[in-house]
């Protein structure tokens, strides 16, 4: 096994680094070509940017744990690959944007440095997720073993990933107004039920059989209940973050988070069965 | 292996990944009769109660909550000057029961009966309770003159 950042190979650290880059471009290309996402880079509440990537740096630590572009041992590697990656998810961001000429002279230090950065969320995640994916050796060798904290994060990463792409586009907010509230109900339980079923019915690879002597209520509430629970915090955070909420009445508040929960719940199911 | 009994499995062995896959059946403190770890409980409740009052509020709006068409009420904010002129921050507030897309605002400044100056700008979406702030822009300044806020109209989305 090899040991740390430090004893690689340089040669197998720019392969890693390639691969990152790739991976950032592959995950953040839809949002990397949506409008509203280079509006929201500069247009967003600084301090919610602010913030927003610096809780980044504990999802990259905690994805690097779990998967990411090397084999990892203890809090320090991680914590030089989150920033390794970050760095990735900077760049290629940046790179992007510059040739699609969203960037560019004449625009203010802070409009470029806020598309760059708000677009450095998912392509940081696409360069740890890299690896995990599209890594030489097959992800299920490095996986490590997580624990029931470590599945609720796991979920959580999912579901902000999935709901970070949706999140800033107007159709979001359309779709929350165009349903009554019984359709907003009704997409609750959908939600509810799609999360179970990809998790533990549909026979994906990476499928979770449930042991027969647990019954289906308790996985049920265990997984497949927090799990939504996480998807709807992480909607929140993110409609938040985003300022797609201010200002706006309890019931307005909740049929959008509802809308976004559905993308949250399916990536937080989707998470537990690739990560 | 399925996961679920690795990790009930890794719980219960210990802490480390050479307990995986023994079958020791140790009950800690902390674990319930049916070996799953009180902590799984805690948090599956707390998550239930979150999902449960999401479905709760939201039947009890679909039951309660009013279908009113929209009622816009706008407000000067404050007035300030600007480099062409001045700009009159306004907001919107719908205490109507359904959304208002695109509303248009339009602002007028009369001087009596005159009207001397118009301008309006276009809300995209004014949901029911909620407020939006505006702003139009004029060239005459405002708090000398007569001004006039509408809402001219609107969509359902």
């Known amino acids: 096994m090899k040991a740390g950042l430090q004893k690689h190979a340089p040669r197998d650290f720019l392969i890693g680094l390639a691969r990152a880059f790739g991976g950032a471009i592959i995950f953040s290309l839809p949002i990397l070509m949506t409008m509203e996402m280079w509006h929201l880079g500069f247009a967003m509440d600084t301090l919610r940017l602010a913030l927003l990537l610096l809780l980044t740096l504990p999802l990259l630590i905690g994805l690097s744990h779990y998967i990411g572009f090397e084999e990892t041992f203890g809090f320090k590697d991680d914590a030089v690959d989150a920033f390794v990656a970050l760095t990735v998810g900077f760049a290629a961001g940046a790179a992007a944007l510059g040739l699609f000429g969203v960037i560019g002279p004449g625009m203010s230090l802070r409009e470029t440095a806020g598309k760059i950065a708000i677009q450095a969320v998912p392509g940081s995640m696409g360069a740890m997720l890299a690896q995990g994916q599209l890594g030489g050796k097959s992800p299920n060798d490095k996986k490590r073993h997580a624990g029931y904290l470590g599945e609720i994060f796991i979920m959580a990463a999912g579901a902000l990933f999935l709901a970070f792409n949706v999140a800033p586009t107007e159709e979001i907010i359309l779709i929350a107004y165009q349903m009554t509230p019984w359709h907003t109900i009704a997409l609750v339980f959908a939600s509810l039920g799609v999360m179970h079923a990809f998790v533990y019915a549909l026979e994906f690879r990476g499928t979770v059989p449930r042991p027969p002597e647990i019954p289906f209520w308790s996985v049920f509430l265990r997984f497949t209940v927090v799990g939504y629970a996480v998807g709807l915090l992480m909607s929140f955070y993110i409609l938040w973050t985003f300022g797609r909420i201010d200002a706006l009445a309890l019931p307005q508040i909740l049929s959008t988070i509802a809308v976004l929960g559905f993308p949250a719940a399916v990536g937080a199911a989707a998470a537990r069965l690739i990560l | ?157």
């Open chain 2, 1 to 157: 292996m399925p996961q679920l009994e690795r990790q009930k499995r890794k719980r219960a062995g210990g802490t480390n990944e050479a307990a995986v896959g023994t079958q020791s059946r140790q009950s800690p403190s902390s674990q319930a009769a049916d070996g799953i770890p009180t902590l799984e409980w805690v948090i599956g409740a707390v998550g239930f109660l979150l999902v449960a009052s999401v479905i709760g509020f939201l039947v009890y709006q679909a039951l309660t909550g009013d279908r009113q068409p929209p009622d816009v009420q706008l407000n000067i904010e404050s007035i300030v000057q600007t480099t062409n002129g001045y700009m009159v921050h306004v907001k919107a507030v719908n205490h109507g029961g359904s959304t208002a897309e695109g509303v248009v605002v339009a602002g007028r400044l009369l001087e009596g009966a005159v009207p001397l100056e118009r301008s309006e700008t276009t809300v995209d979406y004014l949901p029911p309770r909620s407020e939006k702030k505006i702003g139009l822009f004029f060239t005459r300044d405002p708090r000398n003159l007569r001004l006039e806020l509408r809402a001219l109209g609107y969509e359902a989305p």
